[in-house]
Protein backbone atom coordinates (compact mmCIF):
# COMPACT_ATOMS: atom_id res chain seq x y z
CA UNK A 1 0.00 0.00 0.00
CA UNK A 2 1.14 3.27 -0.58
CA UNK A 3 0.88 5.64 1.96
CA UNK A 4 1.39 8.65 0.76
CA UNK A 5 -1.05 8.19 -1.33
CA UNK A 6 -3.64 6.58 1.24
CA UNK A 7 -3.12 9.65 2.87
CA UNK A 8 -3.03 11.74 -0.04
CA UNK A 9 -6.97 10.47 -0.55
CA UNK A 10 -7.92 10.00 3.19
CA UNK A 11 -7.52 13.91 3.04
CA UNK A 12 -9.28 14.76 -0.01
CA UNK A 13 -12.45 12.37 0.95
CA UNK A 14 -12.72 12.82 4.80
CA UNK A 15 -12.93 16.98 3.66
CA UNK A 16 -15.88 16.01 1.10
CA UNK A 17 -17.68 14.31 3.42
CA UNK A 18 -17.73 16.28 6.21
CA UNK A 19 -20.79 18.19 4.99
CA UNK A 20 -22.81 15.10 5.91
CA UNK A 21 -24.28 15.70 9.29
CA UNK A 22 -26.24 12.64 9.00
CA UNK A 23 -23.55 10.21 11.29
CA UNK A 24 -24.75 9.77 14.39
CA UNK A 25 -24.23 6.11 15.24
CA UNK A 26 -27.04 5.69 18.00
CA UNK A 27 -29.45 2.70 17.59
CA UNK A 28 -27.11 -0.01 16.98
CA UNK A 29 -27.21 -3.78 18.99
CA UNK A 30 -24.59 -5.87 16.70
CA UNK A 31 -23.19 -7.98 19.35
CA UNK A 32 -19.19 -9.30 19.17
CA UNK A 33 -19.31 -12.82 17.85
CA UNK A 34 -15.54 -13.66 18.57
CA UNK A 35 -14.77 -11.19 15.92
CA UNK A 36 -13.17 -7.56 16.52
CA UNK A 37 -15.65 -4.75 17.96
CA UNK A 38 -18.90 -4.35 19.18
CA UNK A 39 -21.42 -1.75 17.78
CA UNK A 40 -23.15 -2.00 21.19
CA UNK A 41 -20.90 -2.55 24.34
CA UNK A 42 -18.17 -0.74 23.00
CA UNK A 43 -20.07 2.63 23.91
CA UNK A 44 -20.42 3.71 20.33
CA UNK A 45 -21.67 7.49 21.40
CA UNK A 46 -21.90 11.30 19.55
CA UNK A 47 -18.26 12.58 19.75
CA UNK A 48 -18.67 16.11 17.65
CA UNK A 49 -16.45 18.79 16.38
CA UNK A 50 -16.95 22.48 17.49
CA UNK A 51 -19.44 23.26 15.17
CA UNK A 52 -21.49 20.20 16.26
CA UNK A 53 -20.65 17.62 13.92
CA UNK A 54 -20.09 14.23 14.11
CA UNK A 55 -16.36 12.63 14.36
CA UNK A 56 -15.89 9.40 16.05
CA UNK A 57 -16.64 7.12 13.01
CA UNK A 58 -14.38 7.19 10.16
CA UNK A 59 -16.44 9.09 8.12
CA UNK A 60 -15.18 9.34 3.93
CA UNK A 61 -16.54 9.49 0.37
CA UNK A 62 -15.58 6.11 -1.40
CA UNK A 63 -14.78 9.28 -4.47
CA UNK A 64 -15.11 12.03 -4.60
CA UNK A 65 -15.97 11.79 -8.54
CA UNK A 66 -19.30 12.40 -9.37
CA UNK A 67 -21.47 12.38 -12.85
CA UNK A 68 -23.94 14.96 -11.05
CA UNK A 69 -23.77 18.40 -10.77
CA UNK A 70 -26.02 19.83 -7.81
CA UNK A 71 -25.49 23.26 -7.57
CA UNK A 72 -24.70 22.96 -3.44
CA UNK A 73 -22.23 20.36 -3.32
CA UNK A 74 -18.61 20.48 -3.39
CA UNK A 75 -17.96 17.21 -5.17
CA UNK A 76 -20.23 18.47 -8.24
CA UNK A 77 -19.02 17.41 -11.63
CA UNK A 78 -18.22 21.14 -12.47
CA UNK A 79 -16.36 22.07 -9.71
CA UNK A 80 -12.63 22.44 -10.41
CA UNK A 81 -11.12 20.45 -7.66
CA UNK A 82 -8.85 17.72 -6.46
CA UNK A 83 -10.31 14.08 -7.06
CA UNK A 84 -9.93 10.63 -5.77
CA UNK A 85 -11.50 7.10 -5.30
CA UNK A 86 -10.45 4.31 -2.78
CA UNK A 87 -10.80 0.80 -3.68
CA UNK A 88 -12.99 -1.68 -1.63
CA UNK A 89 -9.61 -2.94 0.07
CA UNK A 90 -8.27 0.53 0.93
CA UNK A 91 -11.40 0.98 3.15
CA UNK A 92 -11.30 -2.19 4.27
CA UNK A 93 -7.66 -1.60 5.33
CA UNK A 94 -8.10 1.73 6.90
CA UNK A 95 -11.09 1.36 8.87
CA UNK A 96 -9.59 -2.19 10.26
CA UNK A 97 -6.23 -0.27 11.12
CA UNK A 98 -8.12 2.57 12.35
CA UNK A 99 -10.73 0.72 15.15
CA UNK A 100 -7.77 -1.47 15.95
CA UNK A 101 -5.70 2.02 16.72
CA UNK A 102 -8.91 3.33 18.93
CA UNK A 103 -9.03 5.77 16.70
CA UNK A 104 -12.57 5.09 15.45
CA UNK A 105 -16.00 2.82 16.47
CA UNK A 106 -17.28 2.55 13.23
CA UNK A 107 -17.61 3.61 9.65
CA UNK A 108 -19.33 6.15 7.38
CA UNK A 109 -19.60 5.81 4.16
CA UNK A 110 -20.69 7.87 1.45
CA UNK A 111 -19.76 8.67 -2.29
CA UNK A 112 -20.18 10.69 -5.52
CA UNK A 113 -21.92 9.02 -7.93
CA UNK A 114 -19.01 7.69 -10.59
CA UNK A 115 -21.04 5.85 -13.34
CA UNK A 116 -24.73 5.25 -12.37
CA UNK A 117 -26.49 4.42 -9.11
CA UNK A 118 -25.95 0.29 -8.95
CA UNK A 119 -22.30 0.09 -9.33
CA UNK A 120 -21.47 2.85 -6.65
CA UNK A 121 -23.93 1.26 -4.42
CA UNK A 122 -22.63 -2.09 -5.32
CA UNK A 123 -18.86 -1.05 -4.07
CA UNK A 124 -20.43 0.33 -1.02
CA UNK A 125 -22.01 -2.54 0.08
CA UNK A 126 -19.15 -4.37 -0.68
CA UNK A 127 -17.00 -2.69 1.68
CA UNK A 128 -19.35 -3.56 4.20
CA UNK A 129 -19.70 -6.90 3.09
CA UNK A 130 -15.88 -7.57 3.25
CA UNK A 131 -15.71 -5.84 7.01
CA UNK A 132 -18.29 -8.57 7.96
CA UNK A 133 -17.44 -11.84 6.17
CA UNK A 134 -13.64 -11.68 6.11
CA UNK A 135 -12.41 -9.78 9.17
CA UNK A 136 -15.72 -10.76 10.93
CA UNK A 137 -16.00 -6.78 11.91
CA UNK A 138 -18.08 -6.46 14.83
CA UNK A 139 -18.32 -2.22 14.85
CA UNK A 140 -20.82 0.40 13.58
CA UNK A 141 -21.59 0.65 9.86
CA UNK A 142 -23.42 3.25 8.60
CA UNK A 143 -23.69 3.02 4.34
CA UNK A 144 -25.26 6.33 2.52
CA UNK A 145 -27.93 4.82 0.11
CA UNK A 146 -27.32 5.86 -3.52
CA UNK A 147 -30.54 7.21 -5.02
CA UNK A 148 -32.03 5.13 -7.52
CA UNK A 149 -29.98 2.07 -6.41
CA UNK A 150 -31.74 -1.67 -7.08
CA UNK A 151 -33.84 -3.09 -4.56
CA UNK A 152 -31.34 -6.00 -4.72
CA UNK A 153 -28.50 -4.02 -3.79
CA UNK A 154 -30.48 -2.22 -1.18
CA UNK A 155 -31.30 -5.63 0.20
CA UNK A 156 -27.73 -6.52 0.39
CA UNK A 157 -27.11 -3.23 2.18
CA UNK A 158 -29.31 -3.88 4.79
CA UNK A 159 -27.66 -7.01 5.59
CA UNK A 160 -24.46 -5.56 6.30
CA UNK A 161 -24.67 -2.28 7.68
CA UNK A 162 -26.18 -1.25 11.09
CA UNK A 163 -27.91 1.95 9.28
CA UNK A 164 -28.98 3.04 5.94
CA UNK A 165 -29.49 6.83 5.21
CA UNK A 166 -30.55 8.43 2.20
CA UNK A 167 -29.99 12.31 1.65
CA UNK A 168 -33.61 14.14 0.70
CA UNK A 169 -31.16 16.63 0.51
CA UNK A 170 -33.55 19.71 -0.49
CA UNK A 171 -36.77 20.01 1.47
CA UNK A 172 -38.95 20.48 -1.64
CA UNK A 173 -39.07 19.41 -5.25
CA UNK A 174 -39.39 22.55 -6.67
CA UNK A 175 -36.05 23.64 -4.80
CA UNK A 176 -34.15 20.11 -6.05
CA UNK A 177 -34.95 21.20 -9.42
CA UNK A 178 -33.84 24.45 -9.10
CA UNK A 179 -30.17 23.12 -7.58
CA UNK A 180 -29.95 19.69 -9.08
CA UNK A 181 -32.18 19.28 -12.21
CA UNK A 182 -30.88 15.46 -12.69
CA UNK A 183 -32.42 14.00 -9.47
CA UNK A 184 -36.11 13.38 -8.15
CA UNK A 185 -37.28 13.14 -4.83
CA UNK A 186 -39.04 10.18 -6.42
CA UNK A 187 -35.48 8.56 -7.09
CA UNK A 188 -34.22 9.26 -3.29
CA UNK A 189 -37.45 7.59 -1.93
CA UNK A 190 -37.37 4.83 -3.79
CA UNK A 191 -34.31 2.76 -1.69
CA UNK A 192 -35.73 4.59 1.27
CA UNK A 193 -39.58 2.76 0.58
CA UNK A 194 -37.38 -0.78 0.54
CA UNK A 195 -35.48 -0.27 3.37
CA UNK A 196 -38.82 0.70 5.41
CA UNK A 197 -40.28 -2.82 3.50
CA UNK A 198 -37.82 -4.96 4.39
CA UNK A 199 -37.86 -3.58 7.98
CA UNK A 200 -41.21 -4.17 8.53
CA UNK A 201 -40.73 -7.56 7.22
CA UNK A 202 -37.96 -8.20 9.39
CA UNK A 203 -39.87 -7.65 12.62
CA UNK A 204 -42.85 -9.52 11.48
CA UNK A 205 -40.23 -12.52 10.41
CA UNK A 206 -38.99 -12.49 14.22
CA UNK A 207 -41.91 -12.81 15.72
CA UNK A 208 -42.40 -16.23 13.97
CA UNK A 209 -38.97 -17.38 13.27
CA UNK A 210 -36.54 -17.99 16.24
CA UNK A 211 -33.15 -17.20 13.74
CA UNK A 212 -33.53 -14.01 11.24
CA UNK A 213 -30.57 -11.96 10.43
CA UNK A 214 -30.49 -8.78 10.79
CA UNK A 215 -31.53 -6.09 9.04
CA UNK A 216 -30.07 -2.39 9.31
CA UNK A 217 -30.85 -2.76 12.95
CA UNK A 218 -30.01 0.97 13.58
CA UNK A 219 -32.54 1.86 10.82
CA UNK A 220 -32.76 4.61 8.28
CA UNK A 221 -32.52 8.25 8.74
CA UNK A 222 -31.86 11.14 5.93
CA UNK A 223 -30.47 15.00 5.94
CA UNK A 224 -32.02 18.08 4.63
CA UNK A 225 -29.86 21.09 3.63
CA UNK A 226 -31.06 23.96 6.02
CA UNK A 227 -31.25 27.43 4.00
CA UNK A 228 -29.63 26.30 0.43
CA UNK A 229 -33.42 27.16 -0.76
CA UNK A 230 -36.18 29.72 0.49
CA UNK A 231 -37.88 27.18 2.60
CA UNK A 232 -39.85 28.23 5.80
CA UNK A 233 -38.98 26.15 8.98
CA UNK A 234 -42.54 25.01 8.91
CA UNK A 235 -42.28 23.49 5.63
CA UNK A 236 -39.48 21.90 6.56
CA UNK A 237 -40.62 20.59 9.79
CA UNK A 238 -43.98 19.51 7.30
CA UNK A 239 -41.48 17.35 5.10
CA UNK A 240 -39.43 15.95 8.21
CA UNK A 241 -42.60 14.78 9.97
CA UNK A 242 -44.07 13.44 6.39
CA UNK A 243 -41.17 11.07 6.53
CA UNK A 244 -41.08 10.08 10.24
CA UNK A 245 -44.94 9.14 9.39
CA UNK A 246 -44.20 7.64 5.98
CA UNK A 247 -40.92 5.84 6.12
CA UNK A 248 -40.53 5.07 9.89
CA UNK A 249 -37.30 7.18 10.09
CA UNK A 250 -34.97 6.68 12.75
CA UNK A 251 -33.93 10.68 12.41
CA UNK A 252 -34.27 13.31 10.33
CA UNK A 253 -30.59 15.54 10.44
CA UNK A 254 -31.03 19.53 9.74
CA UNK A 255 -27.63 20.90 8.30
CA UNK A 256 -27.44 24.46 7.56
CA UNK A 257 -26.11 25.22 4.14
CA UNK A 258 -22.61 25.95 4.06
CA UNK A 259 -21.75 28.80 1.52
CA UNK A 260 -18.39 27.56 -0.49
CA UNK A 261 -19.57 28.22 -4.12
CA UNK A 262 -20.56 30.85 -6.26
CA UNK A 263 -23.72 30.13 -7.98
CA UNK A 264 -27.05 32.76 -9.54
CA UNK A 265 -28.94 29.97 -8.20
CA UNK A 266 -27.64 29.73 -4.15
CA UNK A 267 -27.53 32.00 -1.48
CA UNK A 268 -24.73 34.66 -1.80
CA UNK A 269 -21.47 33.34 -1.04
CA UNK A 270 -20.93 35.32 2.47
CA UNK A 271 -24.93 34.71 3.79
CA UNK A 272 -24.80 31.92 6.75
CA UNK A 273 -27.58 29.99 8.20
CA UNK A 274 -27.28 30.57 11.83
CA UNK A 275 -26.53 28.16 13.12
CA UNK A 276 -29.22 28.74 16.01
CA UNK A 277 -31.76 27.63 12.97
CA UNK A 278 -30.76 24.14 12.97
CA UNK A 279 -30.17 24.15 16.60
CA UNK A 280 -34.12 25.24 16.30
CA UNK A 281 -35.22 22.74 14.06
CA UNK A 282 -33.95 20.12 15.88
CA UNK A 283 -35.54 20.83 19.18
CA UNK A 284 -39.17 21.19 16.93
CA UNK A 285 -37.86 17.96 15.57
CA UNK A 286 -37.52 16.54 19.27
CA UNK A 287 -41.43 17.92 20.01
CA UNK A 288 -42.73 16.10 17.05
CA UNK A 289 -40.99 12.79 18.20
CA UNK A 290 -41.22 12.85 21.88
CA UNK A 291 -43.78 15.53 22.96
CA UNK A 292 -46.79 14.40 20.82
CA UNK A 293 -46.47 18.09 18.49
CA UNK A 294 -47.44 18.26 15.40
CA UNK A 295 -45.57 20.50 13.08
CA UNK A 296 -48.52 22.74 12.17
CA UNK A 297 -48.80 23.44 16.23
CA UNK A 298 -45.31 23.98 16.27
CA UNK A 299 -45.13 27.03 13.59
CA UNK A 300 -48.56 28.16 11.31
CA UNK A 301 -48.85 29.67 7.95
CA UNK A 302 -48.64 32.70 9.10
CA UNK A 303 -45.49 32.90 11.83
CA UNK A 304 -43.86 30.41 9.13
CA UNK A 305 -40.56 30.68 10.96
CA UNK A 306 -38.65 28.87 14.51
CA UNK A 307 -38.40 31.92 17.19
CA UNK A 308 -34.53 32.18 17.32
CA UNK A 309 -35.24 33.66 20.88
CA UNK A 310 -37.07 30.67 22.58
CA UNK A 311 -36.99 27.36 22.07
CA UNK A 312 -40.01 26.34 20.27
CA UNK A 313 -41.72 24.42 23.32
CA UNK A 314 -41.58 27.61 25.13
CA UNK A 315 -42.89 29.73 21.68
CA UNK A 316 -45.98 27.73 21.77
CA UNK A 317 -46.72 28.25 25.39
CA UNK A 318 -46.40 31.85 24.62
CA UNK A 319 -48.68 31.96 22.06
CA UNK A 320 -51.36 29.85 23.91
CA UNK A 321 -51.65 31.36 26.98
CA UNK A 322 -55.12 30.60 27.33
CA UNK A 323 -54.18 26.88 27.80
CA UNK A 324 -52.14 28.09 30.88
CA UNK A 325 -51.81 27.59 34.31
CA UNK A 326 -51.76 23.91 34.00
CA UNK A 327 -52.72 22.33 37.60
CA UNK A 328 -49.56 19.89 37.86
CA UNK A 329 -51.92 17.72 40.19
CA UNK A 330 -54.72 16.90 37.78
CA UNK A 331 -53.29 17.62 34.09
CA UNK A 332 -53.26 14.73 31.78
CA UNK A 333 -49.70 13.59 30.37
CA UNK A 334 -50.34 14.85 27.29
CA UNK A 335 -50.42 18.50 28.98
CA UNK A 336 -47.87 18.14 30.98
CA UNK A 337 -45.81 17.51 28.62
CA UNK A 338 -46.87 20.99 27.05
CA UNK A 339 -45.14 22.80 30.80
CA UNK A 340 -42.16 24.96 29.38
CA UNK A 341 -38.94 23.54 31.13
CA UNK A 342 -40.66 19.92 32.32
CA UNK A 343 -39.14 16.85 30.20
CA UNK A 344 -40.43 13.85 29.45
CA UNK A 345 -38.78 12.03 32.89
CA UNK A 346 -39.93 14.80 34.89
CA UNK A 347 -43.41 13.73 33.62
CA UNK A 348 -43.16 10.72 34.52
CA UNK A 349 -41.84 11.47 37.89
CA UNK A 350 -45.04 13.91 38.37
CA UNK A 351 -47.20 11.24 37.07
CA UNK A 352 -45.38 8.83 39.67
CA UNK A 353 -45.47 11.35 42.02
CA UNK A 354 -48.96 12.57 42.65
CA UNK A 355 -50.44 9.12 43.47
CA UNK A 356 -49.19 9.63 46.96
CA UNK A 357 -48.96 12.93 47.36
CA UNK A 358 -50.32 16.77 46.43
CA UNK A 359 -47.17 18.42 45.07
CA UNK A 360 -45.86 21.58 45.30
CA UNK A 361 -43.33 24.01 43.72
CA UNK A 362 -40.68 22.40 45.76
CA UNK A 363 -41.21 18.96 44.54
CA UNK A 364 -41.25 20.30 40.92
CA UNK A 365 -37.54 21.94 41.99
CA UNK A 366 -36.16 18.36 43.45
CA UNK A 367 -37.76 16.14 40.68
CA UNK A 368 -34.95 18.51 38.71
CA UNK A 369 -37.77 20.87 36.39
CA UNK A 370 -36.49 24.08 35.12
CA UNK A 371 -38.54 26.62 36.96
CA UNK A 372 -37.16 28.86 35.32
CA UNK A 373 -39.33 28.30 33.07
CA UNK A 374 -41.74 26.09 34.49
CA UNK A 375 -43.20 28.43 37.26
CA UNK A 376 -44.75 30.96 35.20
CA UNK A 377 -47.47 28.07 33.58
CA UNK A 378 -48.18 25.76 36.41
CA UNK A 379 -50.33 26.32 39.43
CA UNK A 380 -51.05 23.91 42.16
CA UNK A 381 -54.42 23.63 44.20
CA UNK A 382 -54.40 27.62 44.90
CA UNK A 383 -54.51 29.81 41.98
CA UNK A 384 -50.92 30.52 40.99
CA UNK A 385 -51.30 34.44 42.02
CA UNK A 386 -47.54 35.23 40.37
CA UNK A 387 -49.17 34.07 37.11
CA UNK A 388 -51.78 36.08 36.88
CA UNK A 389 -49.53 39.07 38.11
CA UNK A 390 -47.35 38.69 35.29
CA UNK A 391 -50.59 37.97 32.84
CA UNK A 392 -50.37 42.07 32.77
CA UNK A 393 -46.73 42.05 31.51
CA UNK A 394 -44.34 41.42 29.18
CA UNK A 395 -44.28 37.82 29.48
CA UNK A 396 -41.93 36.98 27.10
CA UNK A 397 -39.23 39.56 28.13
CA UNK A 398 -39.65 38.01 32.02
CA UNK A 399 -38.69 34.32 31.07
CA UNK A 400 -35.89 35.34 28.72
CA UNK A 401 -34.35 37.08 31.50
CA UNK A 402 -34.90 34.85 34.04
CA UNK A 403 -32.81 31.83 31.57
CA UNK A 404 -29.84 31.54 30.86
CA UNK A 405 -28.77 32.20 26.75
CA UNK A 406 -26.46 29.14 26.91
CA UNK A 407 -25.84 27.78 23.09
CA UNK A 408 -26.73 24.08 23.34
CA UNK A 409 -24.93 21.48 20.81
CA UNK A 410 -28.36 20.36 18.66
CA UNK A 411 -27.11 16.98 19.55
CA UNK A 412 -26.68 16.40 23.12
CA UNK A 413 -28.42 18.26 25.92
CA UNK A 414 -31.68 18.72 23.58
CA UNK A 415 -33.93 17.86 26.68
CA UNK A 416 -32.02 20.94 28.89
CA UNK A 417 -33.69 22.74 27.34
CA UNK A 418 -37.72 21.51 27.94
S1 LIG B 1 -24.91 13.39 -6.47
FE1 LIG B 1 -24.10 13.70 -4.42
S2 LIG B 1 -21.89 13.83 -4.66
FE2 LIG B 1 -22.78 14.10 -6.70
S3 LIG B 1 -22.92 16.30 -6.95
FE3 LIG B 1 -24.89 15.60 -6.16
S4 LIG B 1 -24.72 15.80 -3.92
FE4 LIG B 1 -22.64 15.89 -4.78
Known sequence: MNLERIKEKLEILADAAKYDVSCSSSGG????????????????????TEDGRCVSLLKILLTNHCIYDCAYCVSRKTNDIKRAAFTVEEVVDLTMNFYRRNYIEGLFLSS??????????????RVAKKLRLEH?????????????????IMKEAGLYADRLSINIEIPTEKGLKLLAPEKSHSE????????????????????????????????????????????????IIKVADHFY????????????????????RLPSIDSQVPM????????????????GFKAHEILEKENPFLDLEVDPKLAWALRHREQFPINVNTASKGMLMRIPGIGGKSVNKIINARRFQKLTLE??????????????????DNPNIFNKYIEEQNFKKIIMNSMKSKFQNPFSEQLSLF
Open 29 to 48: NRKNNGGLGNSHASGICHSY
Open 112 to 125: GIFKDSDTTMERLV
Open 188 to 235: MIKPMGFVKNELALYKEEKKIFRKVPKFAPAGQSTQMIVGATDETDLK
Open 276 to 291: LRENRLYQADWLMRFY
Open 245 to 264: QNFNLKRVYYSGYVPMLTDA
Open 363 to 380: NLKKMGVALNRAKYFVEF
Open 136 to 152: NFNGYIHLKSIPGASDE
